[in-house]
């Protein structure tokens, strides 16, 4: 089992940036790659961004693409999302999700942090 813990969420005006921090803890010797979703109030969790551990391979979602950047730390297990231009509609709960080997999806999530962009 995987512990995931999320930090860095807060109040930003439009245009600024955040960053987040995800810090992995338990079985993470193995992991395959680690990921960032978000769900906004009344709307489905949606794919944001991931990153393979053992490779630097990144996935965004088209909405996010050259504003956001995940990136990580192995030797900390942690995985970080940079979030720049920051749009109202990107307020929602931030999820960090761990998938410990290819095939069958991510398997571990944190708590989430609220993010919130005003106009």
């Known amino acids: 089992q995987v512990q995931l813990v999320e930090s860095g969420g807060g109040l930003v005006q439009a245009g600024g940036s955040l960053r987040l921090s995800c810090a992995a803890s338990g079985r993470t010797f193995s992991t395959y790659r680690m990921g960032w979703f978000r769900q906004a109030p009344g709307k489905e969790r949606d794919f944001v961004a991931h990153i393979r551990w053992s490779a630097d391979t990144t996935s965004y979602a088209d909405f996010v693409k050259g504003r956001f950047t995940i990136s990580r730390d192995n030797a900390k297990n942690t995985v970080y999302l940079q979030m720049n231009s920051l749009k109202p509609e990107d307020t929602a709960v931030y999820y960090c999700?761990?998938?410990?080997?290819?095939?069958?999806?991510?398997?571990?999530w944190g708590q989430g942090t609220q993010v919130t962009v005003s106009s």
């Open positions: 999700a761990h998938q410990s080997h290819p095939g069958g999806g991510f398997n571990s």
